[in-house]
């Protein structure tokens, strides 16, 4: 695959754009064994002015389906593939105005839907540090995807561009990537069209997982200043991750293999070029479920959410006693480990259990490199497991703070440490280290050769951990890392603590908007007096805790339970949901105990 940039000379010239060059080797070649999904793009230098006519012509190409309102959610718009060309449209032009309002930053596009099934498909944006879109802009992107006709598309672009005094004739930047959904090449076109209505430049990424996109933006906006984040391509990348893990593990025994579940996704082949990369003599892995060209593998059956929901193997997994294993999502962002214990029982390692670890290991290493001015928060969501928390307050006592879902609000609230651990218990999640910490890890000297490893290690670390968001090939090598250092199995990363058992439900509803939560969304403020009756429950369980939100990804509502034993949660779990539904507009099929 390769990359293309599309820009004027004039352009060109107003701001130094520098394009991805292609490194020698050439990192998008294609690995033998996978089939290029999508054909080499064609260079097509085209540039104009941006102007409402020749937004209007192009627009006309790609209208909005009726009757239908989109939102821009948790992770931007996600919904079926064929409802979707409107929407990349109105993003390419969102993506546009954003960029010129920022000087030209560049500014991501990522086409992806995660974990949904293969028919779905979605998009969202990346700001220029490579964190989510501002939330403000969301609202933007929402009224413009709502947009009825083009005359009210020319009125709500107007309003934002007045709104933010948008100088509208600056250049704008955009870096878009896609994951191996088949209704991906259709939709880029549109996002192109669209671009290229606009007069903006643009560089195709080519096939990467999210958090690579994200990386590669951060990376072309920091370029050549004192804060750059590293070299804006694949290869890039990979070699920031492979020095930082060839450091960090450098005199210690390495482990057995780890089975990759890579969910049939863009992690496949992404993993496969980062281990030739790091050495297979550093690492082993055997990837599993690397199915990118079959029709509807893609999260079917296997992948990170797949195994953390069903808390099971993927079917067909030869995981036994002994091995390790690990699962991604479709794009690559999540990640969760698991075991099978010697009777046969299968045990999750979700991402509070990888927060329990990053924290220990890194409070452990700011200590040895006598750096411990540096403190360590971590940022849960009210998904995390209970005895997770107390394991973090009262073990290791370190700061908790509890965010509603979605990375936008973890991340934010990490920010506020000087090392932010944040994770989903879903596997989303990284460690962001503040500018004084970084400042502090890159300048401190050791007093002893111990303090002095314990430093490279640090500094190591954070070159080692995506600063922009979760990583599943990051995460999954930071796990490694420490795993090699303890030279611990799996099991004994285990009996930090024992989760609580958990459960999630769906339940469909007529409309799930008007479930309106609180206190990080662990408590319903609407429908009224829904969560009296929900605590009325839960009161009668031992360690019992329930919640319900709106899904932000699904229209349906999520009942989270817990409580001291398998049976007590899955009876709350059950009642909570069946209360949800007969009192707050359950549709179709009650929710049946199974
Ligand atoms: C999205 C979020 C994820 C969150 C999940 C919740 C991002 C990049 N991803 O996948 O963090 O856990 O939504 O889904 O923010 P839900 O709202 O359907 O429960
Ligand atoms: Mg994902």
Known sequence: MSDITHQSPEMAARRPFTPFTKPSPDPFRPLPHIPLLYPPSRTIQIMSAFTFENIVTASALHPKPQNIQFTYGTAGFRMKASLLDSIMFRVGLIAVLRSKKLDGSVIGVMITASHNPEEDNGVKLVDPRGEMLEQSW????????????????????????????????????????????????????????????????????????????????????????????????????????????????????????????????????????????????????????????????????????????????????????????????????????????????????????????????????????????????????????????????????????????????????????DVGVYFEANGHGTVLFSAEALQTIRTAKGRTPAQTTAIAQLRALTDLINQTVGDALSDMLLVEAILTHRQWSLKEWDQAYTDLPNRLVKVVVANRHIFKTTNAERQLVEPAGLQADIDALVAKYTSGRSFVRASGTEDAVRVYAEAATRAETDELAFRVAELVFDKAGGVGTRPARV
């Open 138 to 417: 969301e609202v933007y992107a929402t009224s413009l995807a709502n947009a009825p006709n083009d005359d009210a598309l020319v009125e709500t672009l107007e309003r934002i561009i007045a709104q933010n005094k948008i100088d509208v004739n600056k250049p704008s930047n955009i870096l878009y990537a896609y994951d191996t959904r088949p209704s991906g090449p259709a939709l880029v076109a549109s996002l192109e069209d669209a671009i290229k209505a606009a007069g903006s430049s643009y560089t195709n990424f080519g096939l990467k997982t999210t958090p690579q996109l994200h990386y590669g933006v951060r990376c072309l906006n920091t370029q050549g200043t004192n804060d750059a984040y590293g070299e804006p391509t694949e290869i890039g990348y990979y070699n920031k991750l492979a020095t930082a893990f060839r450091q960090i593990v450098s005199d210690k025994q390495r482990l057995s293999p780890l089975y990759v579940d890579c969910a049939n996704g863009v992690g496949a082949p992404k993993l496969r070029e980062l281990i030739e990369v790091i050495g297979e003599d550093i690492i082993s892995v055997n990837i599993v479920n690397d199915k990118i060209g079959v029709e509807g593998a893609l999260n079917h059956n296997c992948g990170a959410d797949y195994v953390k929901t069903g808390q099971r193997l993927p079917p067909g997994s030869t995981v036994t006693s002994g091995d390790r294993a690990a699962s991604f999502d479709g794009d690559a962002d999540r990640l969760v480990y698991y075991y099978v214990d010697t009777d046969g029982t299968f045990r999750l390692l979700d991402g509070d259990k990888i927060a329990g670890l990053s924290a220990m290991f890194i409070m452990d290493l700011v200590q040895a490199a006598g750096v411990d001015s540096i403190k360590v928060g971590v940022v849960q969501t009210a998904y995390a497991n209970g005895n997770s928390t107390t394991y973090l307050t009262k073990v290791l006592k370190v700061p908790v703070s509890c965010v509603s879902t979605g990375v936008k609000h973890l991340h934010h609230e990490a920010e506020k440490y």
